[in-house]
């Protein structure tokens, strides 16, 4: 059996396959025989040495983790800032690794978690401490550098695609006499990979969504009322995905200047609410606007088994990353070819993906700005490919699983990580 203990975290926004990965990380240190710890609650769980015993999972329990959403161990929003600001945390963390005999970190999460595990590496070199860092690649954001996709963003794209097809039925059934326009809100606040995946859900040019709106393009709201305008004179109605980081020309979130601007009607905050105020003032339509939110980060029951394989390729890989003694490294999915699909796992420096962000490229969005491209089909079609149905209980809800967590003794004084 290999000396230490592994350290296991989850951090950010949970996804539909995140426990999947964690999951396969259970399962990659058993058959290494190498004892894992959870974080409660992410990287606070580490520095409050709120430990979890996550190899007193039993295998059944960990088996339901496959197809379990939320996060099992607990996650947060905590970016450590730099060593200089935030060294005592960082101090603390490898105290407690010291306490707990951790000598190896996978952490869980997207940019701000690859930057925390580059910055505990460091450290602990700096400290000698014999410490193996590596992160594990998570976001339904998508924007993570060097990685081909992120696992949890293909769940969430299929939730999108398939909502915004389901809701373009229910617009035109209903069109002639009610709703006229219908805006969809998805996440995505500096990237537009969600928004385009709701691309996805027609082609042509009078199938929904006839407009999508992209951070990565200036919203331009005369232009956005005319072609809303055209669209319902030519085929009864308007089918809008936007995403919520849309900016004006200025560069401001179309969000803050909704809540700065008054049109006499009431505002309750975000993009979709914005357009739809905009849309019945200026033009007079009927408009409907739903955000999705945790909805589409959660929906396990229509996750894409594409994404379920590439959640627990990389939740193995990052065992053997760390027990290969790979530090400051990540596994990353490369694509070998789009039809077919094909892909596989290499490693990646985290110093190449730490506070870098993919943006959506100029390619995979139309010329006019509104729509994706036959490149954009490509790339996002494989992703959302595949069923990954949980099971189903006899009250007609999925089977999902509450492991009881039994929690470690400390071995430290208490530490507030808010002081």
């Known amino acids: 059996m290999p000396q230490g203990t592994l350290l296991y975290a989850q951090s950010g926004g949970v996804t539909a396959v ?56 607990g996650s947060c929003r905590l970016k450590l800032k730099s060593l200089d600001v935030d060294r005592a ?54 924007d993570l550098a060097l990685t081909d996709c992120c696992p949890g963003f293909g769940s969430a794209a299929k939730y999108t695609a398939v909502s915004v097809r389901e809701c373009a039925l229910d617009v035109a059934a209903m069109a002639e006499t009610s709703t006229k326009v219908f805006i969809y809100e998805a996440m995505g606040r500096h990237a537009g990979w969600l928004a385009a995946a709701g691309g996805l859900a027609g082609s042509g040019r009078d199938a929904a969504p006839h407009l999508i709106l992209f951070p990565e393009r200036p919203f331009d709201e005369a232009d956005f009322l005319a072609r809303v305008q055209a669209t319902v004179r030519r085929v009864g109605h308007c089918v809008v995905v936007a995403s919520e980081g849309i900016r004006d020309g200025d560069g401001r979130f179309i969000d803050e200047v909704a809540a700065a601007d008054a049109f006499g009607h009431v505002q309750l905050g975000g993009v979709g609410s914005h357009l739809a105020a905009r849309v019945e003032h200026a033009l007079g339509l009927k408009v409907h606007w739903a955000i999705p939110d945790y909805l589409q980060r959660s929906a396990r029951h229509i996750a894409s088994r594409t994404d379920l394989e590439q959640a627990q390729a990389v939740g193995r890989a990052a065992v053997d990353c760390a027990l290969a003694g790979h530090n400051g490294v990540m596994p990353v999915i490369v694509r070998d070819s789009d039809a077919p699909y094909r892909w596989h796992i290499d490693i990646a420096p985290l110093e190449r993906i730490a506070n870098r962000e993919k943006k959506l490229p100029k390619n995979f969005i139309r010329a006019d700005g509104y729509g994706i491209t036959a490149a954009a089909r ?12 949980p099971p189903y209980a006899a009250d007609g809800l999925p089977a999902y699983v509450t492991p009881s967590l039994r929690f470690v003794k400390r071995r430290l004084p208490r530490f507030d990580p808010a002081g």
């Open 89 to 142: 945390k960082y101090e603390r963390l490898l105290e407690v690794f010291r306490a707990h005999d951790v000598r190896w970190f996978l952490y869980n999460g997207g940019n701000d978690s690859a930057d925390t595990a580059l910055k505990v590496s460091r450290l602990a070199e700096e400290f000698g401490y014999p410490l193996t860092c590596v992160g594990v690649p998570k976001t339904i954001d998508n």
């Open 18 to 73: 995140i426990n999947a990965t964690a999951a396969a990380v259970l399962q990659a240190a058993r058959g290494r025989r190498v004892r894992v710890l959870g974080a409660h609650n992410g990287i606070l769980g580490a520095l409050r040495e709120d430990l979890i015993d996550a190899s007193a999972l039993a295998p059944a329990e960990v088996k339901a983790l496959f197809h379990t959403p939320g996060g099992v161990f």
């Open 378 to 389: 490509r790339y996002l079609s494989p992703l959302i490919a595949g069923e990954a149905a």
